[in-house]
């Protein structure tokens, strides 16, 4: 490959090396080593550019990288400091002051020690750049190397071109035949909606999102395209279609997904369309509670109902321990409302009232610990474990559940092995939770149903909280009878357990 000397690319700083030698100066064979190639070529080059230089004769490798594992010999340097940089360079070692001329760079050296690259460690900002090579370097003959630089450009980012983008309806997408309401996005300028045939249907100065209020309907069958400041964008247009929206938006399950935790909720919803979506949070008292935010989306306008607008919206400040009522509303741009009856949720209590209500100790397959929440305040599933007699803390839940696993006050929960087997109980009410361990028993080994052993249910935490114990039992029930605590007696006091019926009460009071 032949190279050209540097053009005066900088001119102030290219006079005073004009006579440097460039590549096509290399010296006849049996001369001092010099460099033989460098790229990227000389001239302009991207901001991620790494240096890589070839050397007619393997280098000194202690001369190409210094003790910091960097190159002082083969080095980048900005226009503005490359006299002082090529001046320190001749030295036999940089000060602390004269590193900082250098752009920093990782150096990393061929195997055969003919080449070098350089690679900086932030992308190059704009501006004029010198790759130097010091006539320090040496060869193994210990001739010396002819000194070069060479010279490179990053150009400025270009500006980028203002542009605005639909939002809804979506670009390339349809829209209902009485729209009332065009959203869309542009930082600055005006912003306007325009149809096939030029016309101009609606029109803002924009300012961030933008919503286009068309004074009469769209015309069926056309197709309207936004513009900026007079330039329209083929990307950004829709088609009006046939059918017309006249249905309030519809909410998937009629209800929110509700998430509570100790001082905040979150509450997940999935509309069929558009809407403006507040969720109010209310205690008893009358303290209300409101979090607000526009469900983005694009729904199909016509064909079947999809519930392919979801958001969630949390809110804090809540008390920990305490019941709440949650009411979801929603508008549509058409004017149409919809709200879901209030649901009740309770917060989780900083200590939960979750209490070892009954125990199965009936084989691999049989057995179970029954939990229940005694309130106030809901209790977090995936936060509790058992531990045993042998003081190793085992969660309730093998894997993590995909959605918040809360337990309201009042409701009770199943510990079971992997191998248990819920057909075995069939009075088992639907929708109680049933956490599996990692174990195929309980507590590793299982449930004796001779002497089964004292455990703890915890708060699983660096130091386990406990919540409630079951204090062991021997064999004075009959097979397929549970041990069942007295639950008249409040949480954190010792109970009684007694034996309760044959095939046990799972997710039932006694």
């Not at 305490?322 to 929603?330: M, N, P």
């Not at 009936?362 to 809901?378: D, K, L, R």
């Not at 097979?479 to 605590?485: A, H, K, M, V, Y």
């Amino acid at each position: 490959m032949s190279w050209t000397r540097v053009s005066a690319l900088l001119p102030a700083a290219l006079a005073a090396c004009a006579n440097v030698p460039g590549i096509d100066d290399l010296p006849d064979a049996g001369a001092d080593p010099a460099v033989a190639s460098v790229a990227p070529s000389p001239g302009p080059v991207e901001p991620s550019a790494a240096f890589t230089v070839t050397f007619s004769e393997p280098m000194d490798e202690g001369q190409l990288l210094a003790a910091s594992g960097r190159s002082e010999t083969v080095a980048l340097a900005a226009a503005a400091d490359v006299e002082r940089a090529a001046a320190a360079m001749e030295h036999a070692q940089l000060s602390s002051h004269e590193r900082e001329l250098l752009v920093a760079a990782s150096a990393d050296v061929a195997p055969d020690r003919s080449a070098l690259t350089l690679t900086p460690d932030q992308p190059l900002a704009a501006g004029g750049y010198f790759l130097l090579v010091s006539p320090r370097l040496k060869d193994d003959l210990g001739r010396h190397l002819i000194a070069a630089r060479y010279a490179f450009q990053v150009a400025a980012a270009a500006a980028a071109k203002a542009s605005a983008q639909l939002v809804w309806p979506a670009a390339g997408g349809e829209a209902p035949s009485n729209l009332a309401v065009v959203r869309a996005h542009a930082d600055s300028g005006r912003l306007s909606l325009v149809g096939s045939h030029g016309e101009t249907v609606a029109a803002a100065d924009a300012h961030g999102a933008v919503a286009l209020q068309l004074a009469a309907p769209l015309q069926a069958g056309e197709t309207y395209t936004l513009s900026l400041d007079g330039a329209s964008d083929a990307a950004q247009a829709f088609h009006v279609a046939t059918c017309a929206r006249d249905a309030p938006p519809a909410l998937q399950g009629g209800a929110a997904q509700v998430s509570p935790r100790d001082t905040a909720v979150t509450a997940s919803v999935a509309f069929d369309w558009p809407v403006h979506l507040a969720v109010d949070v209310a205690d008893a008292p009358g303290a209300t509670f409101t979090a607000e935010e526009d469900v983005v989306c694009a729904p199909p306008a016509c064909g079947p109902q999809t519930f392919a607008c979801a958001a969630s919206l949390s809110i804090d400040g809540l008390t920990p321990g305490t019941d709440y009522l949650l009411r979801v509303t929603a508008i549509d741009d058409f004017g149409h409302i919809f709200r879901t009856a209030p649901q009740p949720f309770s917060t989780l209590s900083p200590l939960p009232n979750a209490v070892l209500t009954e125990v199965m100790a009936s084989g691999t397959a049989g057995e179970y610990v029954e939990i229940a929440n005694f309130g106030p305040g809901a209790a977090d599933l995936e936060a509790l474990a058992l531990q045993g007699p042998d003081g190793v803390t085992r969660p309730l839940l093998a894997v993590a559940a995909p959605l918040p696993l809360i337990l309201p006050p009042g409701a009770r929960a199943l510990a079971v092995g992997a191998s248990f087997d819920a057909s075995r109980y069939p009075a088992l009410p639907a929708g109680t939770p049933v956490l599996r361990s990692s174990t195929q028993r309980l507590l590793g080994h299982g449930l004796s149903d001779s002497a089964t052993p004292s455990f703890a249910l915890v708060l699983a935490s660096t130091v386990p909280v406990e919540l409630s114990r079951f204090p062991g039992a021997g064999s004075g029930c009959g097979i397929g009878q549970s041990l069942q605590r007295d639950e008249s007696v409040p949480a954190r006091a010792a109970a009684a357990w007694v034996c309760g019926p044959q095939g046990g009460t799972p997710g039932l009071p006694p």
